[in-house]
């Protein structure tokens, strides 16, 4: 086959993930999006879950899975004896997954194996792509060693935490090309000593078409909330003990003080969620608080349509400070207010006083006085909603990040892509 024939077959990707939809994360969102508007570009896209998949409720066994018109490899849990035993437990996943991903290889035939967090996967997709001699990009998404601590799995700089941190380290120096969803992390890779030019940021965004700026109140979903004539703030997505929520309920009795009319609309659910209607019960403010759990993803703009105020407490952690969150985009996409605290990977998003509101990490009394001052300053909301709009359309939507993949790719599959190879 010639060259250009060659380049004319459309540049298959293997995508290596850690978990799927139709679990809902951050995670599997920011998946979905990335291949979707890989496939419009007109590349091939296949996809292998890690049997880490399986603790969300996944499979026992290898299988396929199609959801949202994808089609996923599944892969089993990890077995033998390193699979019961903590830290080697981590070197079974990976066997296990390198031997799925040298299976779903070997009938798909990729130009490009594509891992994403955590180290894991890179690793696996490492030791297949040297034996099959297809090239690697890994896909930094978090530090998942920092993530762990947040979870209580693991202690900041204990045996664990130093583990991980090598592993993430031995797999940056080895993957032919790296990319990472924002500035903090980018930075946090090249201290580690990886070499500039080897680093793309691919940010989060939002597919523009999923929102609409400036929707009216849903009157009937208010009135099912208990929400009719109520100032709402909200927050919408996983209830972990990194998103600070437990912040925006200590300030919720000086909020009320202030706004007797004021509720908080909580959507999602995870780990904290026992945790946060217990302190709501002891703050006396249960009354004030509606956890609406899970909604379906198609429903969310709804949620958004009865919210005044978008609050995102994040606590400050080398997580937060390092990576950017994807649901503040999405408010702004959608046209609402946002008032979320000053971690690094709030400030990459949101201009203080343009684009929403900062207030001081884990600070009460900082958030009630940012929120309160916000609620009482109607005239500015057009203006800030609008350039919140204006962000994402511009800088901040799909089709304008997942062409950055585009140069990336070429870099390592120049062949493949002629036309790019100038602009890597």
Known sequence: MGNADFAAAPLAILHVLDHSIPLHSGYTFRTRAILRAQRALGWQ?????????????????????????????????????????????????????????????????????????PALNAIAALRVGRRLGIPVVYEVRAFWEDAAVDHGTSRAWGLRYRLTRAMESWALRRADAITTICTGLRDEILGRGIAAGKVTVIPNAVDIGDFASGGTRDEALAGTLGLQGKTVLGF??????????????????TLLAARPDLRVLLVGGGPQEAALRAQARGLGVADSVIFTGRVPHHEVHRYYDVVDVLCYPRLKMRLTDLVTPLKPLEAMAQGRLLAASDVGGHRELIEDGRTGVLFAAGDAAALAARVLALLAAPAQWPTLRAQGRRFVEEERNWAASVARYGSVYASVVPLRMPGLVEEA
């Open 45 to 117: 896209t296949h996809h292998v879950t890690s049997p880490k998949h399986a603790e969300g409720g996944g499979v026992a066994e290898d299988t396929q899975e199609s959801v949202d018109g994808l089609c996923f490899h599944r892969t089993r849990p990890a077995d033998g004896v390193f699979a019961r035993l903590p830290l080697l437990n981590q070197l079974a996943v990976i066997d296990r997954l390198a031997a799925r991903l040298l299976q779903v290889a070997r009938q798909t035939a990729p130009d490009i194996l594509h891992a994403h967090s």
């Open 236 to 253: 919408i997505g996983s209830f972990y003990a990194y998103e600070g929520l437990n912040v925006l309920l200590d300030a919720l009795p």
